[in-house]
């Protein structure tokens, strides 16, 4: 039996990227995607689901967080909180409290029970300053504790946390996902998006400079322009 992997799906580049490396390992991949209160939360799902199928995975789960109020104070989940223009050099008003912690949990719930031996999120080395729950440390930490706190753990075979892009640039990792067959044409990746992505927020303003870098369109803005 194919080795299954839970991939954290967004439907933005990034997680497009490591459901990518995932499927080019062998692996079954079940991807997750959350609501949780974001303001693109359409948006997100519609293209988590659209990678999901266009990258086939096996399964592909959709988590609601009920709490919404749980993950407040970030310009991602509530209304008050200005959009801050651009990326941040620091950790600033896009930061959601503990919101990797929470969703990698739930990750290492659903691996536990499907029997998955490893949990891809697609974190890169751009983020690691302006989200602390992005960088090597923390994940490492994670890892450490689902071996602690997992049945799968206490017999050593806890599922592994894999961040293939971690050490990687934007434009970087989009070169990987393109050679692995990744159609960035289906994802999405704005914070704040009204009829299309805004173009001003720290995702929309890294996504065009890694598109420029690699000296291609995105193909995402090609199809909305289609549209």
Known sequence: MTARAVVLLSGGADSATAMAVARGGGLAVCALSFRYGQRNAAAEIDAAARVADSLGAVRHLVAGIGAAEVFGGSALTDPSVSMPAGPAGAVDATYVPARNTVFLSLALAWAETIGAGEIFIGVTGADQAAYPDCRPGYLAAFEQM??????????????RVRAPLIGMGKAEAIRLGLSLGVDYSVTFSCYNPAAGPCGACGACVLRAGAFAEIGIPDPALAGEARR
């Open 146 to 159: 689902a071996a602690l706190a997992t049945s799968a753990g206490v017999s050593g075979n806890a599922p």
